[in-house]
């Protein structure tokens, strides 16, 4: 395996790719992602939005901010060679919810909110908080393995060229 | 932003390699060799070490303490004393002051400064108490996954070097690469094209 700082910025682009391929499928093919499993029909792009162009020699970046905002700007920055860096996803089972943030190159996540869990009163409290809301991280965690997965299996295959590049450059430029 | 926090922040590793049987207890020792020391009554101006997750001003490791189902939960605590810029130049310039009055000097060397410098660092650290900052840690020993309850680069370094002087196992941070490499159970001739790509183009 290469150097762990060299793998980490050669291949930054990896997790920008996968935000970007993800959001696609969020908007064209939510079947794609309810055959991965039927609870994962109802991720939903939240209130924010990180795209960056990095092909111009000065880095541009572009947020999107807002409850319902129009990602019609991120569109269009990614028709000029943008990829989404930052993406805020909010997946809903039930009557629960999850928000959370996951930044492309690190896969890290960040302001991840989960469905609310009982209080803490006693030390007693303690182990079964601790285990219930691991237990809902865990969700979100397995989400992102399980899409994560399916992406790098595409794009370590010929029908990352051969079809899903042409559908993602339709749906950019249409 | 603690593991029971209404929002967390999460940079997930791997741990690579076994501990001594019984693991439970390998751990506890561990963390209690490893665990934070108060310094306000000290001179240094930080430190770093383990404490626990339901107690991080008392660190207790005993009796299992730290288990929680089947994980493994405790915090890495770190101690920093931030002494402002400008209480330290008020310190030095009365301590020179002091010094060239009962040398009877007009100027002091280069060493002497610094040394003068360095007594009032020291002096100050002893009076001023050092501010604490926890970050849970999360720990399946099983699946040999691992969540820190912080993104800060420094938090994640101080975490990654004490772990791996802790438990002697190796730990890799979970980001698009190794994520590919280590986790998404990519085929041999899938890792050989993984270490090909090179970035996509959508424009056209």
């Given amino acids: 395996m290469l150097?762990?700082?060299?793998?980490?910025?050669?291949?930054?682009?990896?997790?920008?790719?996968?935000?970007?391929?993800?959001?696609?499928?969020?908007?064209?093919?939510?079947?794609?992602?309810?055959?991965?499993?039927?609870?994962?029909?109802?991720?939903?792009?939240?209130?924010?939005?990180?795209?960056?162009?990095?092909?111009?020699?000065?880095?541009?970046?572009?947020?999107?901010?807002?409850?319902?905002?129009?990602?019609?700007?991120?569109?269009?920055?990614?028709?000029?060679?943008?990829?989404?860096?930052?993406?805020?996803?909010?997946?809903?089972?039930?009557?629960?919810?999850?928000?959370?943030t996951i930044k492309g190159e690190s896969l890290n996540l960040s302001g991840f909110k989960t469905p609310s869990t009982g209080p803490v009163e006693t030390a007693e409290d303690v182990a079964g908080a601790v285990i219930e809301k691991a237990y809902l991280y865990d969700q979100v965690i397995q989400l992102i393995d399980t899409l994560f997965k399916n992406f790098i299996k595409i794009r370590t295959s010929y029908h990352w060229q051969d079809q899903v590049v042409s559908m993602i450059k339709n749906w950019i430029h249409r | 932003m603690g593991l029971l926090s209404s929002s967390v922040s999460i940079t997930r590793y791997n741990v690579q390699g076994d501990l001594e049987k019984p693991v439970i207890e390998t751990v506890a020792a561990a963390l209690k060799k490893n665990s934070i020391s108060e310094i306000d009554d000290h001179t240094s101006e930080i430190t770093t070490g383990w404490t626990s997750f339901d107690n991080p001003y008392q660190p207790n490791f005993e009796g299992a303490s730290f288990v929680f189902g089947t994980y493994l939960v405790f915090s890495l605590r770190i101690d920093k004393k931030s002494i402002p810029a400008k209480t330290i130049q008020k310190y030095y310039n009365i301590e020179m002051a002091q010094k060239l009055?009962?040398?009877?000097?007009?100027?002091?060397s280069k060493n002497e400064k610094k040394m003068i410098k360095d007594h009032v660092i020291n002096l100050l650290s002893?009076?001023?108490?050092?501010?604490?900052?926890?970050?849970?840690?999360?720990?399946?020993?099983?699946?040999?996954?691992l969540w820190f309850f912080s993104n800060l680069k420094a938090a994640n370094e101080e975490f990654e070097s004490l772990f791996s002087k802790s438990m002697k196992l190796s730990l890799i941070r979970l980001f698009p690469y190794t994520s590919a490499q280590l986790t998404a159970g990519l085929s041999d001739s899938e890792l050989d094209i993984l270490a090909k790509l090179t970035p996509a183009k959508f424009t056209e």
């Fill in chain 1, 3 to 100: 150097d762990v700082a060299v793998a980490y910025n050669r291949f930054k682009f990896l997790g920008d790719e996968f935000l970007t391929w993800l959001w696609f499928v969020i908007d064209n093919d939510p079947e794609y992602l309810k055959k991965l499993s039927p609870e994962y029909a109802d991720l939903e792009i939240g209130n924010r939005m990180v795209l960056e162009n990095r092909k111009q020699q000065a880095v541009e970046s572009i947020t999107i901010k807002g409850d319902d905002a129009n990602l019609a700007e991120g569109i269009l920055a990614l028709r000029k060679g943008a990829f989404v860096t930052e993406l805020n996803l909010c997946l809903k089972l039930k009557d629960q919810e999850w928000r959370f």
């Fill in chain 2, 101 to 108: 009055k009962e040398s009877g000097r007009e100027f002091l």
């Fill in chain 2, 126 to 145: 002893l009076r001023i108490p050092a501010t604490p900052n926890i970050y849970d840690v999360l720990w399946n020993y099983e699946e040999a996954s």
